[in-house]
C-alpha cells in the first residue's frame, strides 16, 4: 500500500477483526473496549493489549478491508474479487466499468488492481447501494480511484476503451451491447452470478454477440486445519457464483 | 497492459492458444501455419484465417502469458497466482520476494500485481530454471519488474522491509527465518504446496516464529459447460497446491 | 456373494482389472496372455504370475464388476449407483422398477442392494441397450434378480405397491405420473440426470406432484494419494449427475 | 424394509423430522405437540396435523434412523455409510466386523445391507458408547442382525472367514494384523477417519501387510438448491473423513 495509513486492523486470537480510525483520540469499538487510537500506526506488527485481551496490530490489506465492509446485501468476497480482477488482466493505469455498485467489495478488489493511476466507473441504480458502496470504498483509502455514477449500465456507459467491463446484475446479459461498445478490442468482459441460469443466459448471449473465448467457472475455497492431525475445515461454504469472461471482438 | 504490444494471441475455435511476436515478418508458427506478422497488433479484436483456420486475434493477458508459458516443470497456474498475489495485498510499487523461480509463472503474476513501479526479486537456485524463468518473464513484458538472484533464498534474503514474502520451495519452512528479516512490520508470508505435510509443516512453523493469522486453504476450480444444458464440466483438475499464509510480527 | 464363484478379478499393480471367467480352460486374455482358468477360484486371495507380470486374483465385487462392464453408453458408477440404492431404502427383498437400462450397471447396484429375495424390474425402450444391460447383468450374476422389459416406462409401469422407483432417463418429468402409480405410499422416487436443467424440471414436476421431501444432490470423489507425501490426486472426475430423490404421498 | 413397521417419522415443511413409536397411545413429542400413536402406521403416505401444523408421515428409512439417532460423538453419515457398505460389496447374508461401534450409526447402514440373513459384530471397548449404539441399532430395527461386544478390537477378532471389517477407530492401523487373520482370502478391509496423517499411516500399514488395492477417497455432497433459479446451496459441508479401502491377500 503506497499511501498513509489511516486505519489498522486489530486481531484477536479467534481471527475476529476491527478496522480502528488512526489518529481520532480515545474511542470505544465495541467488542473490543476503549483505547487510544493515536500513534496506532506505529504498532502494527506488534501486539496490542485491550482490557486484558490482546491483539495483533495489522496494516489493513485488501482482504481485510474487503472482509471487515459493511454490508447492504451479500457482497463478492476476496476468493471471486481476485480472481475476477486477475482473469480481466487489471493492473495499474487500466479503466474498469462495474455494473453494480452493491455494497463496494468488488469495487474496492478492483480499485486495489489498478490503483492508483487507473480507474473503476461504478455504475449503480439504488442510491441507498451507492451510499454504503462510496462509503466502503472512501474508508478503504481509494475515493481518488473509484468513481460512481446513479444510472442504469443497461441504458449506457460513457466510456470508451476501456480494459474491462465487470457486472455484477440480476440480468447481465442485458448490458453486453453496452459493454460491447465500451470495450476496447479483445477487452475483457466479466459477469457474476448466483445462479446456473442466469451464467447460462449470459454465455448464451455473449456468443450470439460474438465475443470470443466465453468461458464459465466457479471457485470453491476449501480451508485446510492443522491440530493434533491435519484437515479440511469441516465449516465451507458450499457456492457463492459461477463467473463468466470473454473478450470483446469487433463485429464483421 | 500499459507497453506497446510486442505480441498478440491467436485463439482457435477450440480454444487452443499460440503467442506470435509482432514486426518479424513472415514466420512459419507450428500448429497454425505461415502468417505476416507485421501489423498483427492492429489486427487485435478482429479474426484472421490462416490457411483456411480462423483466429481471433487477442492482446495477451497475464492469463494467456502464464497458459502458453515455456514449462520446465509444473507451474503455479493463473487462478492459486491470482490468489497468492490478492492475499498477499500486492498492488502497484509494491516490493515482493519470490523464492523459487520455477518456470517464471508464479514471477509473472506477481509482476503483474506490482507493475509497473513496483519490484519482483527472484531466488533460485537451479541455473537452469532460472534461464527459463527469466525468458517467460521477458517474453511476458515484466523484464523491468522482476530481478534474478541465482542463491538459495535460505541462505538470506537481501532486500529488507517487503510487502510480502512468496516461496514455491519444497521445504517452506526452511526459509521462515530469512523471511521474517526481510518482511515489514505486518507484512505477508505465502507459500505454496502440493503436500499435506509441507503445508503442516510450514503451519507449524509459522505459529512458533509467531507469525499473526496462519491459515492454508485450497482453490478448486470448476468449469462449468453450456450446450444443450448446463452442467460442470467432466474434466477438472483434481489438486494443485494448498497455500498458506500468514502476517509477520515483530518479535516481543 | 452367495452365489458360486463364476468369475474372478485379476489386478495388475497399476490397478487396472480383468474379469476372467472360471472353468474355462486354456483362455487367452487380451493385455494379460494366456492362462488356464480351471480352478482359478481356489487362487483368490493369492498372487498369481502369467507372462512374467504378476496379478492379484479376487472375487469380483460389486464394484469390480461395474467398472469392468461392456459399455454402450456413459454408466452410472459406482459412486452414484451406491448413494441412489441407499437413499431409496433399498435392502433385501425390496422390490425396485428402474426406468431406463442403460448398460446396465444401476441395475446391478440395485440388484446387489435387494438380491436375493428381491427384484429390479428395468424397462428400457431401446433393443441394443437392453441386451447390453441384460448381457452384463447376467455376467454379474444377478440374471434372477432382474427382469427387463423392453417398454416405454413413461407409457405405464406394470408393476404395483413398489419400495422404490429409479430412473434414469433424458426427461424423468414425464415418468413422473406412472411412478406413482407404482410406488407404494411413502415409496422412494429417485432420478439421475447429468445437467443442471433436467434435475430442475425434475424437482419442479415432483413438488407439483406433491411428492414429499424433494432434494437433490451432487456428490464428488476426491482420491487422495499416498507417496512421499500425502495429496489428493490431480486426476479427478469434475461431475458425473445430480440425483433428485422424493417420497409419494397418497394424494389428497 | 421388511419387519412390521414400528415407528413413523413425521416430517414438517422445513425438512425436520422426528420419529414416532407406533402404537403407545397418546404422547407428546417435543416440537411437534401431542398426537395419538396407534394406528399412524396406516397413515404412512399421508399428512397429518398436529397442533395447527401438517407433516408428512413416512415409514423411516435407513437414511431417517441414521439422521436422527441418540449421538454420543460424531457420526458417520449415510454420504460415507452407504460408500462404506458398498465398496466392501456387503449383501444380504454376509458377516462384517466393526471396529468401533460410536453411535451405532455405521452398524446400522452397515446391518441394512447384510440384513436380515447377515451379521454385523461390532467391537466397542467404552460401555457407554455400546448403550447407545446397541439402543439405536436396535430402535432402527436391527437388533437381531448386529451384535456386540464390549471389547478392544486390536486384541482380536473371534470371527473367522468375514466379507469385510469396517474400522472408525483413532488408530486403524493397530487392528490391521487381527482384521487380516479375520477376513476371508480377497476380502473387504475399510476404515474411516477425519485427517490426513490417520488416512497416511494406514494406507502405509495396508501396504506393508501386503494388502491388495490399497486406496483412499473422500466424498463431498453438495446439494442443489431449486428455487428461482438453480444454484449449489450455500451450505454444505466442508468435510467429513477419508475413506480407506484395501483387499486382503493370503501371505506368501
Known amino acids: 500500500m503506497?499511501?498513509?495509513?489511516?486505519e489498522v486492523v486489530l486481531l484477536n486470537a479467534r481471527g475476529k477483526k476491527w478496522r480502528i480510525p488512526v489518529g481520532e483520540g480515545l474511542r470505544t469499538v465495541r467488542g473490543v473496549g476503549q483505547l487510544?487510537?493515536?500513534?496506532?500506526e506505529r504498532l502494527v506488527g506488534h501486539s496490542l493489549e485491550v482490557g486484558g485481551r490482546t491483539y495483533a496490530v495489522l496494516e489493513p490489506s485488501v482482504r481485510d478491508q474487503i472482509e471487515t465492509i459493511h454490508r447492504k446485501a451479500q457482497i463478492i468476497g476476496p476468493k471471486d474479487g481476485a480472481y475476477l480482477a486477475f482473469h480481466t488482466?487489471?493492473?495499474a493505469g487500466d479503466t474498469v466499468v462495474e455494473g453494480g455498485a452493491g455494497s463496494g467489495a468488488l469495487t474496492i478488489a478492483l480499485a486495489h488492481?489498478?490503483?492508483?493511476?487507473?480507474?473503476?466507473?461504478?455504475?449503480e441504480i439504488r442510491p441507498d447501494f451507492l451510499d454504503v458502496a462510496r462509503a466502503n470504498v472512501e474508508e478503504a483509502g481509494y475515493g481518488?480511484?473509484?468513481?460512481?455514477?446513479?444510472?442504469?449500465i443497461t441504458q449506457g456507459i460513457e466510456e470508451r476503451d476501456v480494459q474491462a467491463v465487470v457486472l455484477d446484475l440480476p440480468e447481465p446479459w442485458t448490458a453486453l451491447q453496452v459493454a460491447k461498445r465500451a470495450l476496447q478490442p479483445s477487452?475483457?468482459?466479466?459477469?457474476y452470478s448466483p445462479t446456473v441460469e442466469q451464467m447460462r443466459e449470459t454465455v448464451l448471449a455473449l456468443r450470439e454477440e460474438a465475443f470470443a473465448e466465453v468461458?464459465?467457472?466457479?471457485?470453491?475455497?476449501?480451508?485446510?486445519?492443522?491440530g493434533r492431525g491435519s484437515r479440511p475445515a469441516f465449516q465451507m461454504l458450499g457456492h457463492t457464483g459461477y463467473m463468466t469472461f470473454a473478450r470483446r471482438m469487433v463485429s464483421a
Open 113 to 123: 488492481a489498478v490503483a492508483p493511476t487507473g480507474r473503476v466507473v461504478s455504475y
Open 36 to 40: 487510544k487510537t493515536d500513534g496506532l
Open 187 to 191: 477487452g475483457h468482459f466479466a459477469s
Open 89 to 91: 488482466d487489471l493492473g
Open 215 to 226: 468461458w464459465s467457472v466457479e471457485l470453491l475455497e476449501r480451508r485446510m486445519e492443522v
Open 144 to 152: 481518488d480511484v473509484a468513481q460512481f455514477r446513479e444510472k442504469d
Open 2 to 6: 503506497s499511501f498513509a495509513m489511516r
